[in-house]
Structures are given as C-alpha cells and as structure tokens.
C-alpha cells in the first residue's frame, strides 16, 4: 500500500501516462476511415503514418517536459504531407475540417494547424485540455 501511495504521489496531479503509440494511431485510423470514408489500404497507410508520427513525438519529449513548439510544428508539416500524399483532395479538406472542429471544441488554443495530429473520437486516450499529448 505504501508503495501505491509513494507512485500515485510521484504523478503530477492532472496528468494521466501517455497513451501507447500503437493504440492512439489505431484509433485514429478507425475514427478516419469512418469519417472520411477511407479504403483499407488508405486506412492502413493513414495508421501507419500516425504511429510515427506519435513515436516521433515521444522523442521529442524530454524528462516529461513539453517539446520544443517549433520541432512540433515541423512534426505536424510533416504528417500533413503524408497526409495529403494518402488521402483524396476532398477527404483531406474533410481531415482538416475534422482537425479544426475538434480544436475550436477543445477551446480554440490551436487553431488552424492545430498541435494534434488530427480529430480523435474520445475514447482513444487523448488527454484533451490538461494533457498531452500535446501529443
């Protein structure tokens, strides 16, 4: 019991561990599919770029600190342009749609462009306002 006592005190209050890489990119590939209506080789291509995407962004975090926002913004160039390499014109003018919906329903603090990887259906572990990822 102590032992539980001294982990849960050693989290920060409000933050919950970073969902795994894997489970995040699936989620989203799944959310996509049925948003944007993707075929299974899109969705396949579209899971596989946000995993790496989401392993990329692990590496920039540092000792729990937040990465530096300008590699951020590079990493999430560089998803848009494997992105607009897999989806149609209109289902990645749909994608970025989703993207700034979910951020004006999260308070707006990213905008267009926002620091997410893309929209996220609830469940999938993103921490939301308080959290990460800033993934």
């Known amino acids: 019991m102590v ?3 001294t982990a849960l005190s050693a989290q920060p209050r409000g ?4 969902p795994d890489p894997a489970d995040r990119a699936q989620l989203i590939a ?3 599919t049925s948003q944007l209506q993707l075929s299974n080789q899109q969705a396949k291509k579209v ?3 946000f995993l790496t995407h989401f392993q ?3 590496k920039l975090a540092t000792n729990g600190q937040r990465p530096d926002p300008e590699a951020m913004k590079a990493l999430r160039e560089k998803q848009d342009e494997k992105l607009k390499s897999i989806l149609s014109k209109d289902q990645y003018a749909k994608y970025i749609q989703l993207r ?6 999260r308070g707006g603090k ?3 462009g926002g620091e997410q990887g893309g929209p996220h259906p609830g469940p999938d572990g993103h921490r939301g306002k ?3 990822d800033r993934s």
């Open 100 to 105: 700034e919906d979910r951020m004006a329903q």
């Open 15 to 18: 933050q919950r561990p970073a």
């Open 3 to 5: 032992c539980l006592v």
């Open 30 to 32: 799944a959310h996509l």
């Open 110 to 112: 990213h905008g267009k």
């Open 56 to 58: 990329e962004k692990e």
């Open 130 to 132: 308080g959290g990460p």
């Open 47 to 49: 899971e596989e770029s």
